[in-house]
């Protein structure tokens, strides 16, 4: 089992819907959450990072932890045909003052105008 | 502008032949890494430095060698003992403290033929 899963999709949705991606894991450790939006041939772009369990919001994006379940999601209001790209889940856990993150495989979105 | 620079973007080699993958940052952050991208296997690590002079394995550091002679370099040499070298690399930065989200650059795509 990986420490981090994350279904690869693709996911398509009309342009306007309610995305809502989503990863689960497995270690207890991991003490930041973050999501990455990566468009094609390009460098991941960091979008939000949360540290405790419950929502942060940032324009349309909303990140959301639930510790206790170890999920979390992502989700995009009112999503555009720019929005469409991959985005990974990360976490990080302190290893040997070292803060180690475990990446998701990323999940294809597409959003047909 | 601060940022991290990968050089070239794109990268073509004989099989046989070592080559050097070019990663800078004026983000004044202290940690470095280096991650492989494929399809459908997500980001992989292959190496990362926390501070000058110093770098250790990641999870699939064979065939690849580092140096850290800079703070904002970290050039990454894939040798001809890497099996399957042609794929998508990443560098990327993060401070040494804090929640360990990392910054990364736009990638080089390397292919060995």
């Known amino acids: 089992q990986k420490e981090v899963e994350q279904d690869p999709g693709p996911l398509s949705v009309p342009e306007g819907a309610i995305v809502s991606l989503n990863c689960t894991y497995s270690?207890?450790?991991?003490?930041?959450f973050m999501w990455y939006r990566q468009y094609s041939r390009k460098g991941p772009e960091l979008l939000m990072y949360?540290?405790?369990?419950g929502n942060k919001e940032d324009g349309r994006f909303t990140a959301q932890v639930d510790k206790s379940s170890k999920y979390i999601s992502l989700f995009i209001r009112d999503s555009q045909p720019s929005d469409s790209a991959t985005y990974l889940c990360?976490?990080?856990?302190?290893?040997?003052?070292?803060?180690?993150?475990?990446f998701g495989i990323g999940t294809k979105l597409q959003v047909i105008p | 502008d601060g940022g991290i620079t990968q050089s070239p973007k794109y990268l073509f080699r004989k099989e046989g032949q070592n080559v050097t993958l070019s990663c800078e940052q004026n983000l004044n952050h202290d940690a470095m890494y280096w991650y492989r991208q494929d399809p459908g296997q997500g980001l992989r690590l292959i190496y990362y430095?926390?501070?000058?002079?110093?770098?250790q394995k990641g999870d699939i550091a064979e065939g690849y060698s580092v140096s850290r002679e800079k703070k904002e370099s970290f050039p990454l040499t894939v040798t001809s003992a890497q099996k399957n070298p042609t794929a998508f690399y990443l560098c990327?930065?993060?401070?040494?403290?804090?929640?360990?989200?990392?910054?990364f650059g736009p990638g080089t795509r390397l292919t060995v033929t």
């Open positions: 270690n207890s450790a991991f003490q930041y």
């Open positions: 949360t540290y405790s369990s």
């Open positions: 430095s926390q501070i000058v002079n110093d770098f």
């Open positions: 990327a930065s993060s401070k040494q403290t804090g929640t360990g989200e990392q910054y």
């Open positions: 990360a976490m990080s856990e302190n290893s040997g003052g070292y803060q180690k993150v475990t």
